[in-house]
T-cell receptor
């Protein structure tokens, strides 16, 4: 399978600092999505960026997409202890049709220390 | 709110048992997915279904089968459970269509095969 990769695998920061996570993918995409997973739970969708967009914001989240480098980054500003979770990127293949299949990265484990 | 539910949060089965994992969604979504999640490997797609009685293999279908008799329900079946199928299993759903859609996840089933 062609999974994406995320970097770093784990990140530990202090409350109030910014957290940046990077994602690389291997094939052309239709869109790229970021998900959050609290320990032992299901994934929750955070933000979606289309292939023709370069940057998107949602609250304290900022996502960038560079299709020439096949990479994306997720920035969480002014982090809180409640942001502690695993974060996954997921890419949608333009040839996936209407099934909305996603290819998930391996995830970044973020720990925000109070 | 979209709700995806899974029949069990935790399950312990013996090697060789037949195991059924059930997933139900209440938003009339056409697409449903089964993933397994293992440390360091992210989410890997086992099977997905885009309509009742329709199914397609994902990246790691070996040792698994699925059933979709009703639109809202998608079952994952381990015909003869083995210890290497110990994992977290996640179900997701999404509408069918060309627009990019997020996937809605259930809370997950942590399966242990002894």
């Amino acid at each position: 399978s062609q999974q994406g990769e995320e970097d770093p695998q784990a990140l530990s920061i202090q409350e109030g600092e910014n957290a940046t996570m990077n994602c690389s993918y291997k094939t052309s995409i239709n869109n790229l999505q970021w998900y959050r997973q609290n320990s032992g739970r299901g994934l929750v969708h955070l933000i979606l960026i289309r292939s023709n967009e370069r940057e998107k914001h949602s609250g304290r989240l900022r996502v960038t997409l560079d299709t020439s480098k096949k990479s994306s980054s997720l920035l969480i500003t002014a982090s809180r202890a409640a942001d502690t979770a695993s974060y996954f990127c997921a890419s949608a293949n333009p040839y996936g049709g209407a099934t909305n299949k996603l290819i998930f990265g391996t995830g970044t484990l973020l720990a925000v220390q109070p | 709110d979209v709700k995806v539910t899974q029949s069990s949060r935790y399950l312990v089965k013996r090697t060789g048992e037949k195991v059924f994992l059930e997933c139900v969604q209440d938003m009339d979504h056409e697409n449903m997915f089964w993933y397994r999640q293992d440390p360091g490997l992210g989410l890997r797609l086992i099977y997905f279904s885009y309509d009742v009685k329709m199914k397609e293999k994902g990246d790691i279908p070996e040792g698994y089968s699925v059933s979709r008799e009703k639109k809202e329900r998608f079952s994952l079946i381990l015909e003869s459970a083995s210890t290497n199928q110990t994992s977290m299993y996640l179900c997701a759903s999404t509408p069918l269509g060309d627009s990019p859609y997020e996937q809605y996840f259930g809370p997950g089933t942590r399966l242990t095969v002894t």
